[in-house]
Structure formats: structure tokens, C-alpha cells
């Protein structure tokens, strides 16, 4: 709770200059908490999904993911914000694992050489 005291309270002799500061955190606190519960609750639809009463195809996971990765996004960019980029080291560490993501959820169709394979053409 500290933390969040230390990051809006506002110094005796705030000019404009430091009004503005001061709108521009809060205003980034407020979107960090919205992403947040915009992804949290995409995470639990796909959760739920994944419980194996209901159907969903490769765009829902394709756009769900999209969503998500965008979300934490915007969550990691505001709290750069906030923290006067406090946080930078997030970004790489965000690169590698939507890099990871990317890899697994690639599209692949490897049909394997077997004896079983019949050319089209001959």
C-alpha cells in the first residue's frame, strides 16, 4: 500500500506542470487496472473452455491470444509509466515469451514420409 501512496502523493507546491504528472500516473493506474481485468477474464473463459464442455476452434484461440498479449501489453507500458520505466526489463522478458507462444501455436502440417504414401502424380 506504501507503493501506491509513493507513486500519487502529490508534493505542497505542485505547479501545473506536476498536476499533469500526476493525471497522466493516475490515469495509467486506472488503465493498468482495467487490462488487468479485461485479461483476467479472457484467461478464465479460455479456462473454462478448456474444461471440455464446450467447442472452440483455432480462431478462438488465435484471437483470445491476440487479446491477452495485447492486454499485458498495455498493463506492462503503464506501469512503466507510472514507475518512470521502473519496469523496462519487463518488455524483453514479454518479447521472448509471445516469441515462445508464437512458436508453439504456429500453424504446421508436417505429413510424414512413410511407405503408406501414395503419390497423386505419378
Do not use: C, W
Not at 83 to 90: E, G, I, P, R
Amino acid at each position: 500500500m506504501h507503493f501506491l501512496r509513493s507513486l500519487f502523493k502529490k508534493p505542497p507546491h505542485q505547479d501545473k506542470e506536476g498536476e499533469d504528472a500526476f493525471k497522466e500516473k493516475y490515469l495509467s493506474f486506472q488503465n493498468l487496472l482495467n487490462k488487468n481485468n479485461q485479461v483476467l477474464e479472457i484467461m478464465a473463459d479460455m479456462e473454462e473452455k478448456l474444461s471440455g464442455e464446450f467447442l472452440f476452434d483455432r480462431q478462438y484461440i488465435e484471437s483470445n491470444t491476440e487479446a491477452v498479449t495485447a492486454g499485458v501489453k498495455d498493463i506492462i507500458d503503464s506501469l512503466n509509466r507510472i514507475s518512470n520505466d521502473k519496469y523496462s526489463a519487463l518488455n524483453a522478458k514479454f518479447n521472448r515469451i509471445v516469441h515462445e507462444i508464437k512458436k508453439t501455436t504456429a500453424r504446421k502440417k508436417e505429413i510424414p514420409v512413410s511407405g503408406y504414401t501414395i503419390p497423386l502424380l505419378s
